[in-house]
């Protein structure tokens, strides 16, 4: 599985917003690009995915740069609740083993 | 109701001892897993599920074994724990085992083993 790099960190203000960025550059033609977070205490919970378009939903946006070779996680209105760890994974749309490997992923602090 | 549950969520026990950790998910999905995340905070998927078929062992010592009743449980029983066996354990599971282009696995909220 191709590896992905991020921020260890990043402080974010609340009610501002927010971009994760990280890169992969080793992306395949057929790796998607996940993300999940971690709240405190909590286990991993989806955020978004995408392969090359970018993509919307109501938790977040997942924004790929043409080359793939990078992506972003845009949190819109940063809230205290989504302080979290925010783990970008690559999964090969050929795999058939549902598995997921985390990194150390972007601890997210969120300042009042 | 809680999509994928897990007990017990807090777990103590000694050397020696055998103990078993339970999980159900009320989704009607195909694929169970076991991740264990350590005190660095690693995630690392142990073992999956589909249909009750075993699919994935990412080389986790036979101490442990997954057991899956039916498509909507899957247990993990360790045998003679080991001091480094102190983690917590996410089970999870997902519509079917093809991960990246449906996207979303649901964890349960974990399961504190500690090993005196």
């Known amino acids: 599985d191709a590896k992905t790099t991020q921020p260890n960190s990043m402080e974010s203000n609340e009610e501002e917003p927010v971009h994760l960025p990280c890169n992969h550059s080793?992306?395949?033609?057929?790796?998607?690009i996940h993300w999940y977070r971690q709240l405190p205490s909590q286990g991993p919970e989806y955020v978004i995915h995408g392969l090359t378009s970018n993509v919307n939903n109501r938790m977040a946006s997942l924004a790929i740069a043409e080359d793939r070779k990078s992506s972003t996680l845009i949190l819109h209105r940063a809230t205290l609740r989504d302080a979290a760890v925010y783990y970008c994974?690559?999964?090969?749309?050929?795999?058939?083993?549902?598995?997921?490997?985390f990194g150390q992923g972007t601890t997210l602090q969120v300042k009042p | 109701d809680t999509a994928v549950s897990q007990t017990p969520k807090y777990l103590v026990t000694q050397m020696g001892n055998d103990k078993s950790i339970k999980c159900e998910q009320n989704?009607?999905?195909?694929?169970m897993y076991w991740y264990k995340q350590d005190s660095k905070k690693f995630l690392k998927i142990m073992f999956s599920y589909n249909n009750k078929e075993l699919i994935i062992n990412e080389t986790v010592p036979n101490r442990f074994s997954p057991k899956s009743p039916d498509k909507a449980h899957l247990n993990l029983h360790i045998n003679s724990l080991e001091l480094g066996d102190s983690a917590v354990y996410f089970c999870?599971?997902?519509?079917?085992?093809?991960?990246?282009?449906?996207?979303?696995?649901?964890f349960g909220e974990g399961s504190r083993l500690t090993v005196l």
């Open positions: 999870a599971s997902s519509q079917d085992k093809k991960v990246a282009n449906t996207g979303e696995l649901f």
């Open positions: 989704l009607g999905h195909d694929t």
């Open positions: 080793t992306i395949s033609g057929t790796d998607y």
């Open positions: 994974i690559l999964r090969g749309g050929s795999g058939n083993t549902g598995k997921l490997i």
